[in-house]
């Protein structure tokens, strides 16, 4: 059967490549600002992104958190319900991860690494399932307690880094390292590449095959869309928020075992630059497509190890990128308005031509 | 009749996607009633918001009493002598009549304080001026709405109205509360010389009224008749585009055993308050039960509660002699209940989703459609909307149109051709007609009756008394969540029938119901 694209998705894909044109020329006034030139700017954030394969590397090892925490957002947002709270229960997830690495040291390596995905899917899904919970019971908004909750699971797992379960050497904010057979191997010397990848894939995939090809992705999308219409139907509204809800949460927490057994060998405060509000960017922009997530996690990740080497070979800060990445945002939230606006010139163009033939 | 008082000149207004307006000329004459009627999306609401002032036209010109102006906003309209009653009331309803009346121009004491006295004196005086009863110290939601219709043409009379734009003023009210309006219109054009702008889609209000009628049809004015000359056929064609075919319904089925049986039904409505109270009623297979109330008595809850979209408070619901009060929106259609709700935006579809998202719910995770229930199976799903798409004429270039960039009347189509297609014994359908065109609305009727002539039980509410009364076996009337009448249809006339729904008269009991 052929794809066909309706009207309104050509025209967003247009809006989302001009918003990113014109946030990468805007980026380029800001360097050019800055002093320096924005075609060596430019090369040198691709060059960062792409030139080599350690940049590769650290490129798609970067989109493996983005994708899972952009997939947890766009399932969350798909189905109404939103889900802020992404970055609690990447922690929380890291932290059930690094637990069992350190607790149960003796399975064999492979059991012991679906465990410590399991735990942190399990403790980030029911982390989400409280504010679900609070929203369709008590019809409390979940972008507030989502968003405090984020700072509840931050502070608890500080806490725990830094008194129960402290490394046994040093005070560094951190666990002690993860049983050796659970650590994800590396796939390119020097960088935190690692297995990962295919797992978060295979992940990745079947959160696809979910959204887009089963009876539960279509009650998701109707809930999100029209839950009175849903419920007319026969949907459960109220439940398949939870369920959305849990599944966000359990990848997020996912996004987070993989940092702790592929990137750090351990669980640390600060574990995550930010990646499930970097998720929730990228869910916006594509309109919680999964399809347009991936996409987008790879751009995500290649500006952001790009503005390294940046920053390193020209003096161009490396924030340059958050600039660029909020004004695609921007640019993408006022698609609807620009559209209207653009469209009434038109129409007005059109109407003064047709008056002027008169 | 007097000379042109207002005169419109090639009005163009254009929309995004849609010119609204496509150089209209029009005159209305002083002391003339002038009937603007015309399809959904004619232009006619446009027209008159230009009017008045709340819209600008992109091209063409006004002329008040041979003079060019520019009406810039309601201000200025409302000073030349317009004024417009909106078919959404404004009025405050924690305020009184004269309160409401007076409202913008209020009379003051020492230029601060609102003269609450000298507001009722002004209300009185335009009674007894306008022969228009309404009682001056009721707060606005007191009273019934024919009374706040009189309210909003005294408080624009008030203003110094001597045009005055009525839009769908009878879309709210019993057939009682109508003719009471078109009397107390042509007491105000014979009697005080005033010129009325009567907006419609009912074409026995406009050959009851009307001196002159304008028809629009896809922003164009198609033409002006005098009312005399016209007959409701020929304005329909003009409205259309096209003849209109009214064929006879015919009924080829005789009713069998009850199938659905509601005893002693209660609910509440959104705001806690008894809606319905204590409603009994059965429809037969093969029977087309029409439900007759002015709006807001009780017909939504009783829908809802019907279709599991609203608690029950007690009381049973009988489908084959199984209880489904209290069951799941899902077990109620499981047992087999479709429903064409009343407001297709809100609840029949999802307008941003396209045409075989909308027409696969409840199909959603059956088999063919779902594997095991699971994955969804395209193809099939495809297959049955083509199918459906056909059956219903749906006028749509593909089915992955989204929903919003229909009509109404080919929304309302997939809303209907998806329930029908479940092939349910128990049809539950809430006006199936509003904010469709003529056209549609023909088809729409004809699908409801050769449904009930399969046998299918069909519980039918609407508040356009014309459909209960060409579609209904049976008609009830429901007034403050109780039934008041059930006649066989035939038995009773409109008239009558408007007394029940006002509850101004009541069936003792109602026996066989």
């Known amino acids: 059967m052929k794809k066909v694209f309706n009207k309104k998705d050509m025209e967003y894909l247009i809006s989302l490549f001009l918003s990113i044109v014109v946030a990468l020329i805007i980026g380029g006034f800001i360097m050019m600002a800055n002093g320096s030139s924005p075609f060596e700017g430019y090369r040198a954030l691709i060059r960062g992104a792409f030139g080599s394969q350690y940049s590769l590397a650290n490129t798609f090892g970067r989109t493996v958190p983005l994708i899972l925490t952009g997939l947890a957002a766009a399932i969350s947002f798909r189905s109404g319900i939103y889900n802020i709270g992404g970055e609690g229960q990447l922690y929380l997830g890291a932290f059930a991860a690094a637990y069992v690495g350190i607790t149960f040291t003796s399975l064999p390596g492979p059991v012991g690494i679906l465990l410590a995905i399991i735990a942190g899917a399990v403790v980030g899904g029911m982390y989400a399932f409280i504010p679900a919970l609070l929203k369709v019971r008590y019809k409390i908004d979940e972008v507030i307690t989502t968003i405090m909750l984020n700072t509840v699971a931050i502070l608890l797992t500080d806490y725990l880094v830094n008194y129960p379960f402290a490394a046994s050497q040093g005070k560094m904010g951190g666990t002690d390292m993860v049983e050796g057979s659970y650590r994800l191997t590396r796939l390119v010397p020097l960088s935190t590449f690692n297995t990962s990848i295919f797992m978060m894939s295979f992940i990745a995939l079947t959160i696809y095959y979910i959204m887009q090809k089963t009876s539960a992705g279509y009650k998701f999308k109707m809930v999100g869309q029209n839950s009175s219409f849903a419920n007319y139907g026969g949907i459960d509204a109220k439940k398949q928020m939870i369920i959305a809800m849990i599944i966000s949460g359990g990848l997020c927490g996912i996004a987070g075992v993989f940092e702790v057994l592929g990137t750090h060998y351990r669980f640390l405060q600060n574990i995550s630059p930010e990646y499930a509000f970097d998720g929730l960017l990228i869910a916006l922009i594509v309109k919680s497509n999964p399809i347009g997530v991936v996409f987008m996690a790879i751009f995500f990740a290649a500006l952001k190890t790009g503005s390294i080497t940046m920053e390193n070979t020209t003096s161009i800060p490396s924030e340059l990128v958050l600039v660029i990445q909020s004004i695609i945002i921007l640019f993408i939230a006022g698609e609807a308005g620009f559209k209207g606006m653009f469209k009434n010139f038109l129409m007005k163009r059109k109407l003064q031509q047709k008056v002027g033939e008169e | ?513």
């Open chain 2, 1 to 513: 009749m007097g000379q042109d008082m207002i005169e419109l000149k090639g009005v163009t207004k254009q929309f995004p996607g849609v010119l609204a307006n496509d150089a209209i000329d029009l005159s209305i004459e002083e002391g003339e009633i002038h009937a603007i009627v015309g399809e959904n999306g004619a232009g006619k609401s446009t027209l008159m918001k230009i009017l008045y002032g709340l819209q600008q036209p992109d091209k063409g010109e006004i002329f008040f009493r041979g003079k060019a102006v520019k009406i810039s906003n309601p201000s200025v309209a409302i000073n030349m002598g317009i004024g417009m009653v909106h078919q959404h009331f404004m009025l405050l309803p924690s305020f009184t009549v004269a309160e409401n009346i007076v409202l913008g121009i209020e009379p003051r004491k020492r230029s601060i304080f609102m003269d609450y006295k000298k507001a009722v004196e002004i209300t009185q005086d335009l009674v007894r001026t306008y022969g228009l009863k309404v009682e001056p110290q009721l707060k606005v939601r007191d009273v019934s709405v024919g009374i706040q219709q009189r309210i909003e043409i005294l408080k624009a009379l008030h203003k110094g109205a001597d045009i005055l734009i009525l839009d769908e003023p009878t879309a709210v009210l019993t057939p009682q509360e109508t003719e009471e309006l078109f009397v107390v219109i042509r007491k105000l054009v014979k009697e005080l010389n005033k010129t009325v702008i009567i907006i419609t889609h009912k074409l026995q209000e406009v050959m009851a009224l009307s001196h002159r009628v304008s028809v629009m049809r896809q922003g164009k004015l198609i033409g002006t008749l005098e009312t005399k000359d016209a007959s409701e056929q020929i304005i329909a064609e003009m409205m259309v585009g096209r003849e209109v075919l009214l064929e006879p319904l015919e009924k080829t089925t005789v009713e069998g055993k009850t199938i659905l049986e509601v005893n002693h039904l209660k609910s509440r409505d959104n705001r806690g308050l008894l809606a319905l109270r204590g409603v009994n009623l059965h429809v037969k297979e093969g029977e087309i039960l029409g439900i007759a109330g002015v709006e807001g008595n009780g017909q939504s809850e009783l829908v809802e509660a019907l279709t599991g979209l609203r608690e029950i408070e007690s009381g049973e619901v009988m489908v084959f002699s199984k209880n489904l009060a209290g069951k799941s929106p899902r077990e109620i259609r499981e047992s087999g209940i479709a429903h064409v709700p009343e407001d297709r935006l809100i609840t029949g579809l999802s307008k941003d989703a396209t045409i075989t998202e909308n027409m696969m719910m409840g199909l959603h995770d059956q088999e063919p459609y779902a594997k095991k229930g699971i994955h969804t199976n395209k193809q099939t799903i495809r297959q049955r909307v083509e199918t459906l798409i056909k059956k219903f004429d749906v006028r749509t270039p593909s089915q992955d149109v989204l929903v919003e960039n229909l009509s109404g009347g080919n929304m309302q189509k997939i809303v209907i051709a998806r329930e029908f297609a479940f092939d349910t014994p128990i049809l539950i359908i809430s006006q199936p007609t509003r904010g469709v065109d003529i056209g549609a609305i023909e088809f729409i009727h004809q699908q409801i009756v050769e449904k009930r002539n399969e046998g299918c039980a069909i519980l039918l509410i609407s508040a356009e008394l014309d459909e209960l009364f060409r579609l209904s076996d049976r008609i009830i009337t429901v007034y403050e969540g109780e039934l008041t009448g059930t006649f066989n249809n035939g038995e009773i006339s409109k008239k009558e029938i408007g007394l029940y729904m006002t509850g101004k008269r009541k069936l003792s009991k109602e026996g066989g119901a």
